[in-house]
């Protein structure tokens, strides 16, 4: 009698119930998107949504709602992580890439880190390797629609290769240090880098 192959299966069956765009200790949020803010949601109008980039710049520079949207457009699809523990594999996010903000303002040759902030106060600090060459936007929309004001809108940084607490709702500006300072939740015991695949989520991980 051959043995049935129920056992082998089931071992590979449940390995492979695991989406390998899942990071460890992460779950598959699928339709939900949670709302988290430290803040109380802005009223934040298109017409009054400044860019700034500025610090160790050669030209530092403030983009005005209509002054971005004449930047070419970019998008990114895939999967967003929240250090709380729920995933989003599928996302449609669509604005600009933030190579083409810092190529306008010629980031200088000492500037190693960013500290994004928002127009309500948050703050975030970034090394610039996770903010060039395609990792990172500033993003309008979600879905085809405008983001909400709960989810950032009228702009928020996008940032989906760490934890999603980088990514700055109400997005005002980013300055470029040559140090690391670390932003709200980095002061509050969060990791300074927050990679979801090395589940960098408090200081010390
Ligand atoms: N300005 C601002 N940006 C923020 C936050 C915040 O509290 N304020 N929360 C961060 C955290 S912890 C997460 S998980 C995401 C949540 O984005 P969402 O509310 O669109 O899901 O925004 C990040 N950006
Ligand atoms: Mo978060």
């Known amino acids: 009698m051959?043995?049935?192959?129920?056992?082998?299966?089931?071992?590979?069956?449940?390995?492979?119930?695991?989406?390998?765009?899942?990071?460890?200790?992460?779950?598959?949020?699928?339709?939900?998107?949670?709302?988290?803010?430290?803040?109380?949601?802005?009223?934040?109008?298109?017409?009054?949504?400044?860019?700034?980039?500025d610090g160790l710049v050669a030209r530092p520079r403030t983009w005005t709602w209509e002054q971005a949207h004449e930047l070419p457009?970019?998008?990114?699809?895939?999967?967003?992580?929240?250090v709380t523990s729920w995933s989003k594999?599928?996302?449609?996010?669509?604005?600009?890439?933030?190579?083409?903000?810092?190529?306008?303002?010629?980031?200088?040759?000492?500037a190693t880190h960013a500290v994004a902030y928002s127009h309500t106060g948050y703050t975030t600090n970034l090394a610039l390797a996770d903010l060039v060459d395609g990792q990172a936007w500033i993003a309008f929309d979600f879905a085809g629609d405008p983001l909400t004001p709960a989810h950032g809108g009228p702009a928020r940084l996008l940032v989906p290769h760490l934890y999603f607490w980088k990514s700055v709702k109400w997005i005002a500006g980013l300055r470029l240090l040559d140090h690391d300072e670390p932003g709200f939740w980095e002061t509050n015991g969060y990791h300074h880098r927050g990679d979801p695949w090395a589940e960098e989520r408090y200081s010390g991980d």
Not at 26 to 32: K, L, N, S, T
């Open 2 to 53: 051959t043995s049935p192959p129920t056992r082998g299966f089931v071992g590979r069956h449940t390995a492979a119930e695991r989406d390998p765009r899942l990071p460890p200790g992460q779950y598959d949020a699928r339709a939900d998107f949670p709302v988290l803010s430290a803040e109380v949601t802005p009223e934040l109008a298109p017409a009054d949504w400044t860019l700034r980039v």
């Open 89 to 110: 594999l599928t996302t449609d996010f669509a604005g600009i890439s933030l190579d083409t903000f810092l190529a306008a303002a010629g980031p200088l040759p000492t």
């Open 73 to 82: 457009a970019s998008g990114y699809d895939g999967p967003i992580h929240c």
